[in-house]
């Protein structure tokens, strides 16, 4: 399988060149080859099953890579333990299960800047700038908070580490549209003003194609298109979900983006 030149690119912020990985025996993304470039939100779309979630569990070391390489600003860390990955800069938010639901929001935030105390205090008013209902909630249970208030905690959490890279898995999930709003406008501050590339997993397509700078879509844990997210055109996607066949939407293909 030949890698694509948007894989081979050097300088990218992640970069999987024919990975396959799953769990225990169970391969889930089959020699798999994408890049996410620095200062971009790479959209990750693809059917149920497709193998998007385990695509982020496997950049942040919590699935079994059985081949491929996986690198971080050009170094490999195929191998590394999923702590050294979060030390080394790779953010990653999970869409359950997301937050210390028994620790204040306040507490939360502090666990979250346990790789740099020093530099807690300014980490946590850049949070609270960009999350300013969770400055009213400090003192309150984050348990007891709203679901889109623990979707702005989960994410301020993993931004108190100073994140090199973000990785997002369903943001908008059970949220009402206000609160989407909300949460996706963060996400947009999150790549410009803060330089942070976003490597997003989002089954509502139309939000994340409105705020995503790619698209890379998953059929069978393998990329099936990789193109800018102004040249997705929604009956070719609907093809490769149904059919998990490039060959369904040849127009997506033609589409392919080249660096």
Known sequence: MSVPPESRAAGAALRLDAVSAGYGPLVILDRLSMA??????LLVLGANGSGKSTLLKTVMGLTTITGGILHKDDVD????????????GIGYVPQNNNVFAG????????MGAYLQPAK????????LDLFPRLRERLGATAGA????????L???????????????DEPSSDLAPAMIDLVFAAIQRIRRERRIPVLLVEQNVARGLAIADRVVVLVRGSVA???????????????LFLHGSVGAAPAIQAQRSVP
Do not use: K
């Open 154 to 168: 989960s994410i301020a959490l993993t931004l108190m580490a100073d994140p090199a890279v973000l990785l997002l």
């Open 145 to 152: 908070l709203s679901g889109g208030e623990r979707r702005m």
């Open 77 to 88: 860390i195929t191998r590394w333990a999923t702590h050294r990955r979060a030390a080394g």
């Open 120 to 127: 807690r205090a300014a980490a946590q008013e850049a949070v």
């Open 36 to 41: 996410l470039r620095p200062d971009e939100i």
């Open 225 to 239: 298109a990789d193109m800018p997210a102004a040249a997705v055109q929604r009956d070719h996607l609907h093809a």
């Open 103 to 110: 620790l204040s929001v306040r507490d939360n935030l502090g």
